[in-house]
């Protein structure tokens, strides 16, 4: 009896067993920061043999036993390994949105690309390498590092891609097109990026060649997506040259999710070592959220928000620089009287509403508006001193003055004020058809701009006010102009992307058209565009590709103005026809991945306005009066150089020449064959016409070349060194308020090493007893950085001044020499 009652007891209890761990069906799927679903993601029940992979879509389902809660492993090559525990209660069925970030030491180049950017010949940047090198000019310093993309000046974030000037970059933060202040006319000026890195998910980049689904500019796209956080955390970071916080997070069910930033810059450190003594007061400041929710599965919205205040005073006490050869060198030397007070307050919104259905539809609807208040004021004199320097070696005062050749003063005056907004209605969307996917969009925009410009030069040479008269005094040079501009732009776009298979080779052909209407000038554009790509099924691992069409680029507000001050009503679009040739090889070399990636281009230009560069500000003609061209090759080699971590080496060589129109002049000489600065009174067999033809364009840089590597110490990777490396031959100048063809000089060669140590003091793994603040810390890291380590003096622009005998000199400004920063980040 006793027996019976003992199975009778052990039978009740696999009853309860049974019952207690019932089978739920797990339905989920995976995705990564940007919601872009993850194929072929391996799915593990913690504790049991069961498991499955996710579809194309990033779909799974799988069937388990289980009691309370049920904990699922994912995992994906490139991607985080992450758990994901689900209460069971008495449910049969559970739903799972896993997202999965990337994985810092994956080479990402070689695990995510392989699949979308290396057939649309994009390059996708890992956030974590923006964060680690050594910088001065914020988040654009890695662009700078890339094959095609250029910059001369460490204190600017802008740079030049393939020819193009600063304007012929699009900017994207969650699909809104980024605007930065207009005014700015130096790197010091500048101020913040609007990007901010601690914010940032996924960033892709185009060098040329993209598709019809990107607006209309002649140059680059840089596409930037924001976190959608789903933890929380938080950063902070400060050095010598500011800091920044940032908060992300969501609520308990994550429908809520918040992303937030706020940043402090000042570059005064940095200033001080410029050739210009003076009291430098930069003070640059933005704050930026990002806040969206969930109302479905299907549907959500986001608000996007920023404001920076940027504020520069300059009060320039004097500047002695010493230029020249060794046979010939000269100092000058020029006291400044008198200040500089600018100020750029900008702000931008944006509301964003999506629909997405079954992973086959995506819908955008978006509303954005950006707003900017600029002030450039200024009245500084100089008085300036020219002198002769001894330059025999074997003199005892080699190096000291022996001559006074040039004395003189100028005095500079601007009251310039910019008040712009920018209203945008946008929609866009997505349908995946079989093979096909379709593109589409809508775009509306509203322009509304006052722009008063008064600025003039005066010129005193040697007593005598330039140009000489003896019965007037005139100024060097003035620029007037006062208008207001409201303007509607429309543009639409349509793309097909489709892929296929012929020969056991993979082929993928995107063909879109845009087109674009601005009411200003009552233009409208048509814009194919194609970018297609093939993989052969060969042994080694090679994409090849093909791009091109027409880019359109319509001008904004400083296009139109002409020279005079006067505004152009008849001013038409920039345009370009262009080809883009590629190759994408991924191979592994000391059993690490690497990929070599070369592009050849040619871009044909017609209705250029040409412009003049000084610095950062860019001085246009006002009308379509020039053809050109830009043609070169980039080649990039990145990969595991060292293992864990991703390096890269870039070589690009072009050439972009244009064609003004009516710009042939007359060359006189005297009897002995000497050029004379004027005809009067000679013969007419004593000059000859001059046609100049084709002349290089302000940014012609023939050669560039970078390096940005990455090492650790062996054994210890808590010790981490970051190399920036930068070369570019010099851009073309001449003597200021002259014709395109004078500019015959060539600036010095541009060569930056920025070096940047790194301590990890706490990591993820360190344990602290929880009634320690330092439990709270996930992350810690000290850096010591050495901007410009090898103390190089890069020329960004000239100051001209004349000697007693009227010859003028072209005196270097420099840029920033070496310096040290210190610099700490924390996680939490």
């Known amino acids: 009896m006793q ?15 049974v019952k207690a761990q019932h089978t739920v069906e797990v339905n989920g799927r995976v995705v990564d920061e940007m919601h872009k679903p993850i194929p072929f993601a391996n799915v593990i029940a913690e504790g049991q043999a069961v498991g499955t992979s996710t579809n194309q879509v990033g779909k799974f389902t799988l069937k388990i036993t289980a009691k309370d809660s049920v904990c699922l492993i994912i995992s994906s090559l490139g991607y985080k390994e992450k758990t994901f525990c689900l209460a069971v209660e008495s449910k049969k069925t559970l739903e799972l949105s896993a997202v999965l970030t990337l994985e810092i030491s994956q080479l990402p180049t070689a695990t995510i690309e392989d699949t979308y950017d290396r057939k649309s010949g994009l390059t996708r940047l890992n956030p974590k390498n923006i964060e680690s090198i050594p910088n001065t000019s914020g988040f654009e310093s890695i662009l700078k590092t890339l094959p095609g ?9 802008q740079y030049n891609v393939r020819g193009g000037n600063f304007d012929e970059n699009l900017v994207y933060v969650n699909d809104v097109q980024i605007y930065r202040p207009f005014l700015v006319r130096s790197g010091q000026q500048e101020g913040l990026s609007f990007i901010n890195s601690d914010l ?7 060098a040329g060649g993209f598709d019809a689904t990107y607006g209309d500019k002649l140059s680059s796209v840089l596409d930037i997506k924001y976190k959608k956080p789903r933890e929380t955390q938080a950063s902070l970071s400060a050095s010598m040259l500011g800091g920044s916080v940032h908060a992300e997070g969501s609520n308990k069910n994550g429908l809520l999710t918040y992303l937030m930033g706020a940043r402090y810059k000042t570059n005064r450190y940095l200033l001080g070592t410029l050739d210009t003594e003076g009291e430098y007061d930069p003070d640059f400041a933005d704050i930026q959220t990002l806040i ?18 940027n504020t520069y005073r300059f009060v320039p006490e004097d500047k002695e620089t010493s230029f020249g050869t060794i046979n010939e060198s000269y100092k000058l030397k020029i006291y400044f009287d008198g200040q500089e007070k600018n100020s750029f307050t900008t702000g931008t919104g944006a509301i964003t509403g999506r629909y997405h259905k079954q992973d086959k539809l995506e819908m955008k609807f978006i509303a954005s508006g950006f707003y900017t208040r600029e002030k450039e004021r200024y009245d500084i004199l100089g008085q300036y001193f020219l002198n002769n320097l001894e330059s025999n070696l074997g003199e005892e005062d080699t190096g000291d003055s022996i001559s006074n050749v040039g004395v003189g003063s100028f005095l500079n005056h601007a009251d310039n004020t910019l008040n712009a907004g920018v209203f945008n209605f946008k929609h866009k969307g997505e349908l995946l058809t079989n093979e096909h996917k379709l593109y589409w969009g809508a775009n509306y925009q509203f322009e509304d701009i006052n722009y ?9 040479s040697a007593g005598y006010s330039l140009p000489y008269s003896d019965e007037e005094v005139f100024l060097y040079h003035t620029d007037t102009s006062n208008f207001d501009i409201y303007s509607h732009r429309v543009s639409l776009y349509v793309m097909d992307k489709y892929a296929f298979e012929i020969d ?15 009411t200003f000038n009552h233009q409208f554009l048509l814009s194919p565009r194609i970018v297609s790509s093939v993989k052969p099924q060969w042994r080694k691992d090679f994409v090849f590709r093909l791009s091109g069409g027409l880019y359109h680029q319509p001008p904004f507000f400083k296009e139109i103005i002409k020279r005079d001050g006067s505004i152009n009503h008849d001013i038409k679009a920039q345009s370009s026809a262009q080809v883009v040739l590629g190759s994408d090889y991924v191979f592994k070399a000391w059993d690490r991945p690497f990929k070599l990636v070369t592009e050849l281009y040619y871009k044909y230009l017609y209705n250029l306005i040409p412009y003049e560069i000084d610095n950062v500000r860019i001085r246009y003609y006002g009308e379509n009066i020039a053809d050109g061209y830009a043609t070169g090759i980039d080649i990039k080699l990145n ?3 060292v293992k864990g971590t991703e390096s890269w080496f870039s070589l690009s060589l072009m050439q972009t020449k244009e064609d003004i129109q009516n710009d042939a002049y007359r060359e006189y000489y005297d009897e002995e064959g000497n050029i004379m600065p004027s005809h009067v009174g000679e013969h007419p067999d004593t000059s000859i016409m001059i046609e100049p033809g084709y002349i290089p364009r302000p940014t012609d840089q023939r050669v560039s070349a970078a390096i940005y590597f990455q090492d650790y110490l062996p054994g210890n990777p ?6 920036n490396l930068v070369y570019g031959t010099g851009l073309p100048f001449g003597p200021p308020n002259t014709e395109r063809y004078m500019a015959t000089g060539r600036m010095p060669d541009y060569r930056r090493v920025d070096l940047g140590i790194s301590k990890q003091i706490i990591t993820p793994k360190t344990n602290f007893p929880e009634a320690s603040p330092l439990h709270y810390i996930k992350d810690f890291w000290i850096s010591l950085e050495v901007f410009n380590l090898l103390d190089i003096n890069n020329t960004i622009s000239h100051i001209w001044v004349s000697d007693i005998y009227s010859r003028q000199y072209a005196v270097p400004n420099y840029l920033t020499g070496r310096r040290v920063n210190l610099k700490i980040n924390l996680r939490f």
């Open 200 to 206: 940032v998910s996924s960033v892709v980049f185009s």
């Open 504 to 518: 056991s080779a993979e082929l993928d052909v995107s063909a879109g058209l845009r087109a674009n209407y601005w």
């Open 292 to 309: 969206s929710y969930d109302f479905s599965d299907e549907f959500e919205m986001s608000f996007l928000g920023h404001f920076s205040q």
């Open 452 to 460: 008063i410009l008064h600025e003039w030069q005066m010129i005193d």
């Open 718 to 723: 808590t010790w981490k060194a970051h190399l």
């Open 149 to 157: 993309v250029s910059s001369q000046n460490e204190m600017s974030s």
């Open 3 to 17: 027996r019976l009652f003992l199975l009778f007891i052990i039978i009740l209890g696999c009853v309860g067993i």
């Open 639 to 641: 990969g595991e150089f």
